[in-house]
């Protein structure tokens, strides 16, 4: 079973339209939770990066939270763009290690 | 500043040939990390590497290996492919090999195996 669960795998929206992804971990202990987007053909791109004692992180229309308690994190995205369409990956590392558990993505298509 | 550079962009081998992957980190990165992407396992980490020395090795056979250079130049290599090897492989940078380590990743390597 993989450490990092993300849901729903795809979503398709309105452009305008708010959206919310989910990241799920069993990764314990672990050091910093990031969010990357992906675009088709492209390398990933980091959005956030939060270590266990931050609640939440913000850049620009993109805002992730997390709750280390219930070890779940949300990459919520406000008035979505085209340009949003992407694949969306949550990532979890260990301490010391560094090993890094990704998440499968979320694809999410914006439409007009 | 230049990006992460990779090179080839594309590759297409045999079963049982070995191939070598090239990653140029931006300029002042002393880390580098490797990552394989397919459709069915997503993104796995390979290995990383920091100041020459490889700090971190994710869950793949001895057929992977890396190294990095002086200069922070890293290449991956891959013998005796299997069809399985068939992947986007991604290299991505960063100042530091903490943790907490900013990423910054290459376009990729698409590596087809025949």
């Known amino acids: 079973k993989n450490q990092v669960e993300q849901s729903p795998q795809s979503l398709i929206i309105l452009e305008g339209k708010n959206c919310t992804l989910q990241c799920n971990y069993t990764v314990s202990p672990f050091s910093n939770l990031r969010w990357y987007k992906q675009d088709t053909g492209r390398g990933p791109v980091s959005l956030t990066i939060m270590t266990f004692s931050e609640n939440t992180k913000s850049n620009g229309r993109y805002t992730a939270t997390l709750d280390a308690d219930t070890k779940q994190s949300s990459l919520h995205i406000t008035a979505s763009q085209l340009s949003d369409s992407a694949s969306y990956i949550c990532v979890v590392s260990a301490p010391r290690t560094g090993d890094m558990r990704f998440g499968a993505g979320t694809r999410l298509t914006v439409k007009p | 500043k230049a990006g992460v550079t990779q090179t080839p962009r594309y590759l297409i081998k045999t079963r049982g040939q070995q191939v070598t992957l090239s990653c140029s980190p931006i300029s002042g990165h002393r880390s580098v990390s490797w990552y394989q992407q397919t459709p069915g396992q997503g993104l796995q980490f390979l290995f990383e590497y920091f100041s020459e020395t490889q700090r971190n090795k994710g869950n793949f056979p001895g057929r992977f290996s890396g190294r990095q250079f002086s200069n922070s130049r890293s290449e991956m290599n891959v013998s005796t492919l299997e069809l399985g090897d068939s992947a986007l492989y991604l290299c991505?940078?960063?100042?530091?090999?903490?943790?907490?380590?900013?990423?910054?990743f290459g376009p990729g390597t698409r590596l087809t195996v025949l």
């Open positions: 991505a940078s960063g100042f530091s090999g903490d943790s907490y380590n900013e990423q910054f």
